[in-house]
C-alpha cells in the first residue's frame, strides 16, 4: 500500500489517494486505486467560489478503480478504466502529468489538467484543453508549464497517429486479486529529516 500524491507547484499536496502497487520494475510502475479508496484533501484557500478544494466531500473512490500504467521519467501516465458490472473497456485515458518522483510513502506527481481520451473504437480527443489559460490565471501553472504540457500532447497524439504506443492490450483484461484489502493512509505521516 502506498500514498500517490499530486502537489502544485509550491510543494502543497493537492489530493492524496490510498493506492497498491501492481507492479514495479525499472521499465514501469503500475499502480491501482480501488473503489472505496480514500482520497485525502489539504485545506486551504482554493480558487474556487467557496474557497474548497474542488472535489471537496468526494472521501473516497467510486466505480470500478483506475489502474495507472507510467514509465519512468515520462510526462503521463495511462489510466484504464472499466464500466459496468461487467468490467467493459472503454478506453486509454492519456493524463499528463509530472514524471512521478518516489517518496517514503510511495510517489508524487503534478496532474498537469490536459488529457487525452483514447476509445477502445480508435482514434483521440484532447480533453481540458480550454481551461490551461485560466490555470495560468490561477497561479496553478506557469505559462511555461501550460506550453510544454501542449507539446507533450501534440507527441503523443502524433504516435498514436502513427499507430505507436508503449502500453499494452493485455492491461485490458487485468484484475485485481479479490482478496486485496482496501488500501488506508499511514496512522501517522513522516516526519521531516
Known amino acids: 500500500m502506498i500514498v500517490r500524491r499530486e502537489v502544485l507547484n509550491d510543494g ?4 492524496e489517494a490510498a493506492a497498491i502497487v501492481v507492479e514495479d520494475t525499472p521499465e514501469l510502475l503500475a499502480s491501482y486505486i480501488p473503489e472505496g479508496s480514500p482520497f485525502r484533501f489539504p485545506a486551504g484557500d482554493w480558487p474556487t467560489r467557496n474557497g474548497l478544494h474542488p ?8 466505480g470500478h478503480g483506475v489502474l495507472m500504467l507510467q514509465r519512468p521519467g ?6 484504464v478504466f472499466w464500466f459496468r458490472p461487467e468490467r467493459e473497456f472503454r478506453g486509454w485515458y492519456v493524463n ?6 518516489r517518496t517514503e510513502l510511495g510517489y ?6 490536459l488529457d487525452i481520451w483514447v476509445p477502445a473504437t480508435g482514434g483521440w480527443k484532447l480533453k481540458d484543453d480550454d481551461v490551461l489559460e485560466g490555470r495560468i490565471h490561477e497561479g496553478r501553472f506557469t505559462g511555461e508549464q501550460v ?8 507527441r503523443v497524439t ?7 504506443r508503449w502500453w499494452s492490450d493485455e492491461w485490458i483484461a487485468w484484475r485485481p486479486d479479490p482478496t486485496w ?13
Open 12 to 15: 502543497r499536496a493537492w489530493l
Open 55 to 62: 472535489w471537496h466531500g468526494k472521501e473516497r473512490w467510486h
Open 74 to 79: 515520462e510526462s503521463y501516465a495511462i489510466w
Open 96 to 101: 499528463l502529468q509530472e514524471p512521478f518522483r
Open 108 to 113: 508524487d506527481t503534478q496532474d498537469l489538467e
Open 147 to 154: 506550453a510544454a504540457t501542449r507539446a507533450e500532447a501534440k
Open 158 to 164: 502524433d504516435e498514436l497517429d502513427a499507430g505507436r
Open 181 to 193: 484489502p482496501t488500501p488506508t493512509f499511514p496512522e501517522t505521516p513522516p516526519q521531516p529529516t
